[in-house]
């Protein structure tokens, strides 16, 4: 494992935390999408079904609990503990929209043919556009809080050195994986206006991000 891999999942693990400390500790989940969190959910569920059928090391079958869990109970706090402050008139994306193409992609663009094979194919796919509901829910409200900001910059950040991973294994390994490359750069692409106004606003202290509200 190269130094890339290792900061990118550390990435993914700190924006996980931060978000559930966010709600655990403030007993609100106002301002985060639902929607993507199941989504994410719904990614390392499809991934990490050979979680007890394939070994390939300690350190990744603890982070694939790890996630799993981790997902699961953001969902739980969301959902269930404190649904009474999640703002669901504010987290209208229709999922629909990416889970239709996503499925198509899934059986069209694969490795093979395989319900395991598509249902990995589907995660990757899905993983790529599962923050598109938070965005959205930022753009229509208008505003993001700082604490809420930090789990997308190190979501984002999470992403933009896997492409880093990538680029190392081709250039020392010659492993290229041309579905989850593609994805990631869409992902990625996805958080290139926020990482700018998370550099030009929360770190320099000027708190939350204000966007303009849609017309």
């Known amino acids: 494992m190269n130094i890339f891999r290792l900061a990118g999942d550390v990435s993914h693990l700190v924006a996980i935390i931060i978000l559930l400390l966010k709600i655990w500790r403030s007993k609100s989940c106002a301002g985060i999408s639902g929607k993507s969190q199941v989504l994410f959910a719904l990614v390392f569920t499809t991934r990490y079904l050979d979680l007890f059928t394939?070994?390939?090391?300690?350190?990744?079958?603890?982070?694939?609990?790890?996630?799993?869990?981790?997902?699961?109970?953001?969902?739980?706090?969301?959902?269930?503990?404190?649904?009474?402050?999640?703002?669901s008139e504010n987290d209208t994306f229709r999922v629909e929209f990416l889970l239709v193409p996503v499925i198509g992609l899934s059986f069209?663009?694969?490795?093979?043919?395989?319900?395991?094979?598509?249902?990995?194919?589907?995660?990757?796919?899905?993983?790529?556009?599962?923050?598109?509901?938070?965005?959205?829910?930022?753009?229509?409200?208008?505003?993001?809080?700082?604490?809420?900001?930090?789990?997308?910059?190190?979501?984002?950040?999470?992403?933009?050195l896997y492409i880093a991973n990538w680029v190392w294994r081709y250039h020392t390994e010659g492993f290229f994986d041309q579905i989850a490359v593609v994805s990631g750069v869409v992902q990625t692409i996805f958080f290139c206006d926020f990482f700018y106004l998370y550099a030009t606003r929360v770190l320099q202290g000027k708190g939350k991000i204000i966007l303009p509200m849609p017309v």
């Open 54 to 87: 394939v070994f390939i090391s300690a350190y990744n079958s603890v982070m694939k609990v790890v996630f799993l869990s981790l997902s699961y109970a953001t969902v739980y706090l969301i959902y269930i503990r404190f649904k009474n402050t999640y703002n």
């Open 108 to 160: 069209l663009e694969n490795y093979a043919f395989t319900p395991m094979e598509i249902l990995w194919t589907f995660s990757i796919f899905l993983e790529s556009v599962a923050i598109m509901p938070q965005l959205f829910m930022i753009t229509k409200t208008g505003e993001a809080e700082s604490i809420t900001t930090h789990y997308l910059f190190f979501l984002g950040l999470y992403r933009a």
